[in-house]
């Protein structure tokens, strides 16, 4: 059963935009912070963004920081990654993720890199061509 689904990946240029969009069921979109990450070929998967539940707060990794833009839409169970100026090492698959929580000792915020997640979609392909 597909609790979170990705779309809005493809190919384009250098340069280009592309806006990655993420539907889950109301419950799972509910459940806390959400976010994306992606993995590029033989490489880790990375954090990418992040949002708090009730999106006011937002928090991105260096190598995205001023290009995407991660925003959510509480009426529509959706989260989005808008994607400006891409490079050919934004390629990915991109993965949206819901349910963000934290085991830690220590307090940070519901967008810190340090969170878990508990649902996951299957990822969208990203390829930026130059």
């Known amino acids: 059963q597909v609790q979170l689904r990705e779309s809005g990946g493809g190919l384009v240029q250098v340069g280009a935009s592309l806006r990655l969009s993420c539907t889950a069921s109301e419950h799972i979109f509910s459940s806390g912070a959400n976010g994306w990450f992606r993995q590029a070929p033989e490489k880790d998967r990375e954090f990418v963004a992040a949002?708090?539940?009730?999106?006011?707060?937002?928090y991105y990794s260096d190598s995205v920081k001023g290009r995407f833009t991660i925003s959510r839409d509480n009426a529509k169970n959706t989260v989005y990654l808008q994607m400006n100026s891409l490079k050919p090492e934004d390629t990915a698959i991109y993965y949206c993720a819901a349910g963000g929580y934290y085991t830690g000792a220590t307090y940070v915020t519901e967008v810190d890199p340090k969170y878990e997640y508990d649902y996951w979609g299957q990822g969208t392909q990203v390829t930026v061509s130059s």
């Open positions: 949002i708090s539940s009730s999106g006011s707060n937002t």
